[in-house]
T-cell receptor
Framework: GQNIDQPTEMTATEGAIVQINCTYQ??????LFWYQQHAGEAPTFLSY????GLEEKGRFSSFLSRSKGYSYLLLKELQMKDSASYLC??????????????FGKGTTLSVSS | DAGVIQSPRHEVTEMGQEVTLRCKPI?????LFWYRQTMMRGLELLIY????????DSGMPEDRFSAKMPNASFSTLKIQPSEPRDSAVYFC???????????FGQGTRLTVV
């Protein structure tokens, strides 16, 4: 099975940088994903890491260390619209050709001016 | 493409009634996932299909829940009989093969009174 932990809530101010951590335990790792979910809306894909290291995509970056079972999402130059829940998810190697994402409970980020 | 389409968007029903939630995945996507989201438990995987075949239903809470995918463009999640603890937002998502991104529908907010 999988176990995914991330902080419940975080706060930050506009223009700042925030790092949201995620630790996981899984029987057969096959990718670490970050999704963003605004209140009342569907989750949307942000990033994907399968190898160790940093993936950068504009203001957002995601880091993975497979040996430590650890990832973080880094948000730079925060904007009010970044206030949302950030969901960490893992995919593991199942006994089938494809597997589903298992999500953590999410980190609610509040950005203030 | 219009994206993943779910209906209804909102459903209020009385305890004991049958509830049917519907999902139309993105055309060409061969994976379909049903998730349930609550404040307490976060986003939980219920069941997923590959090429219309159920692959893993270990997340289905109990026998009151059932899901079908009669063809590549339609899936249903049925709860019979419904209970107040089933109140949640139910999301359907679809994906192409082992691609990194799953696309979520807007969800069905179910309230059982």
């Amino acid at each position: 099975g999988q176990n995914i932990d991330q902080p419940t809530e975080m706060t930050a101010t506009e223009g700042a940088i925030v790092q949201i951590n995620c630790t996981y335990q899984t029987s057969g790792f096959n990718g670490l994903f970050w999704y963003q979910q605004h209140a009342g809306e569907a989750p949307t894909f942000l990033s994907y890491n399968v190898l160790d290291g940093l993936e950068e995509k504009g203001r957002f970056s995601s880091f993975l260390s497979r040996s430590k079972g650890y990832s973080y999402l880094l948000l730079k130059e925060l904007q009010m619209k970044d206030s949302a829940s950030y969901l960490c998810a893992v995919r593991d190697r199942g006994n089938q050709a494809g597997t589903a994402l298992i999500f953590g409970k999410g980190t609610t980020l509040s950005v203030s001016s | 493409d219009a994206g993943v389409i779910q209906s209804p968007r909102h459903e209020v029903t009385e305890m004991g009634q049958e509830v049917t939630l519907r999902c139309k995945p993105i055309s060409g996507h061969d994976y379909l996932f049903w998730y349930r989201q609550t404040m307490m438990r976060g986003l939980e995987l219920l069941i997923y299909f590959n090429n219309n075949v159920p692959i893993d239903d270990s997340g289905m809470p109990e026998d009151r829940f059932s899901a079908k995918m009669p063809n590549a463009s339609f899936s249903t999640l049925k709860i019979q009989p419904s209970e107040p603890r089933d109140s949640a937002v139910y999301f359907c998502a679809s994906r192409v093969g082992q691609g990194p991104e799953a696309f979520f529908g807007q969800g069905t907010r179910l309230t059982v009174v």
